[in-house]
């Protein structure tokens, strides 16, 4: 009998009703995340559990029977964090899909990890309340995953990533064990912030079964508007301008000319096909001061070398717009074989890496579409391969290698939103040096001595 098999059957014993999948062909739709193009393993088993003592139980008994633990949220990660692993036990946290409570009085909501992005924002807005957080994926990434990936989104030039967002958290440690790291108070300085460590650990240190997310108060309608230029250099120091110019706007995105003729092919939206590159500037001020606030933003822009600008004129022409930059990723898969990455470098540099993307994709021969987070300086550099080109995956690597060699001189990161998972641990003790990465050991060591929890994930 496997270590797997033992679980299995301990499992049974102790919760006869939970939902495991141990058919090789239900098993199959969770070997990859959206990494699709990585070699990941078929999981040996796949549990889907309903409640924290259903998970701690899990952990429990995979630490005893030293089977290897996947956490996994709606898979739609783009660093291969919850992909399958062969043989180990995949844990899926999307039945715990309860919104528990939402406290206007407290400004936070406690929820299950399960629950989606979109459906959760739904939810406190029915209250009046917003809760920031929305990676271009919101309708479909859940709450576990963003707090396992810290995840970014449209909106963190204004109001930050996943972790900012968060006051405290249930966490089921590898032996099983069940914590909580924080609960509904704003300022709170006892001990080490365990909070703060568990976001963005992609699995490897606990499973996340419950969070107490920060709200604020619904903002009024965005003001929103597209500007379009006539090089990517142009809307480079554009996005450096309006941060000179101090202001935050709550997006600011870049679509080059690339991802603009393909979001265009796919969804005839009716862009300036001849730019070279287009800004999306949103502002969420209230009143009148989110029209200020484009005006302002036009200014800087129009300056920076911007050709034209389209402001939307209501809220279904704003969604329309906003649109563009969303289905970007998609749009661009109906094209090839996509290979998405996730540098991030301080904003001013934005123009130089621009510039360093253009200048290594067009060295190698590779078709580069980048659109991203401007605002953040983060930007995801697509390399767009023929499906069957046989030399996609070297390719890749080279180019993709020096991609983070840039954003690194720049001082930036090789990933500034999805996490270094399996797909980009070589780059972790180059970008942080060997004795910062030492300590993650010493952490992992401490949390998880028996190496269980997503092994061969961000270290
Ligand atoms: C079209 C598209 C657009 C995207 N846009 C953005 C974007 O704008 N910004 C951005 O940041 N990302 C973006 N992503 C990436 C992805 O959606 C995010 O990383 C998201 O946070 C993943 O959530 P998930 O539920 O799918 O998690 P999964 O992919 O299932 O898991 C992600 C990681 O979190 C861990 N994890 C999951 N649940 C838990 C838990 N309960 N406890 C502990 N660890 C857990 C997993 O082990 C894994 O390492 C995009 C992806 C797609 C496909």
């Not at 998405?340 to 470098?345: N, T």
């Not at 605002?375 to 020096?402: I, M, Q, S, W, Y």
């Not at 300590?439 to 961000?458: F, Q, S, W, Y």
Request: proline letters at 5%; aromatic letters at 4%.
């Amino acid at each position: 009998m496997t270590g797997l098999d033992a679980l299995l059957a301990d499992v049974g014993r102790a919760f006869p009703a939970l939902r495991l999948l141990t058919d090789p062909t239900d098993r199959e739709g969770y070997r990859h995340d959206e990494t699709a193009y990585m070699e990941a393993g078929l999981p040996g088993a796949v549990a889907l559990p309903g409640s924290t003592e259903e998970v701690s139980t899990l952990l429990r008994l995979a630490s005893t029977h030293r089977v290897a633990v996947v956490p996994r949220g709606a898979g739609t990660g783009l660093s291969g964090g919850a992909a399958g692993i062969e043989g180990a036990l995949t844990i899926v946290l999307t039945r715990m899909n309860r919104i528990l409570e939402i406290d206007p009085d407290n400004l936070c909501v406690v929820t299950q990890p399960g629950v989606i992005n979109a459906e959760l924002k739904d939810a406190v807005a029915r209250h009046g309340l917003f809760y920031p957080p929305d990676p271009a994926s919101y309708e479909s990434c859940s709450i576990g995953g963003n707090l396992g990936t810290n995840a970014g989104g449209l909106c963190c030039v204004k109001y930050g990533q996943t972790r900012d967002w968060v006051l405290g958290l249930e966490v089921v440690l590898a032996d099983g064990t069940v914590i909580r790291t924080g609960g509904r108070t704003v300022k709170d300085t006892a001990g080490y912030s365990l909070t703060h460590l568990f976001v963005g650990s992609q699995g490897t240190l606990g499973v996340i079964t419950e969070a107490t997310l920060r709200l604020r108060p619904l903002p009024g309608p965005r003001a929103t508007m597209l500007a379009f230029f006539g090089s990517l250099a142009a809307a480079g120091h554009a996005v450096a301008a309006l941060t000179r110019a101090g202001l935050v706007p709550v997006t600011l995105e870049l679509l080059d000319h690339e991802t603009i003729l393909a979001v265009d092919d796919a969804h005839q939206l009716g862009l300036d096909r001849a730019a070279a590159a287009m800004l999306l500037v949103e502002s969420d001020a209230p009143g009148t001061a989110a029209a200020a606030e484009l005006d302002a933003a036009e200014a800087a822009i129009l300056a920076a070398g911007g050709t034209s600008i389209v402001r939307a004129q209501d809220a279904q022409e704003a969604d329309w717009l906003r649109q563009a930059r969303r289905l970007a990723l998609r749009a661009l898969e109906r094209q090839g074989t996509v290979r998405m990455e996730d540098v991030g470098v301080p904003r001013a540099r934005v123009p130089d890496l621009l510039a360093a993307i253009e200048r290594i994709a067009a060295a190698h021969g590779v078709r580069c579409a980048t659109f991203g987070h401007a605002g953040d300086g983060n930007l995801h550099p697509n390399l767009v391969f023929d499906r069957d080109d046989p030399d996609a995956a070297r390719l890749t690597h080279v180019v993709r290698d020096e991609i983070f060699r840039a954003a690194l001189d720049l001082g930036g990161t090789v990933t500034a939103e999805h996490g270094i998972g399996a797909a980009r641990r070589e780059w972790l003790p180059i970008q942080k040096g060997e004795g910062a990465v030492a300590a993650m050991r010493a952490i992992k060591g401490a949390l998880d001595p028996l190496g269980i929890l997503n092994p061969g994930r961000v270290l």
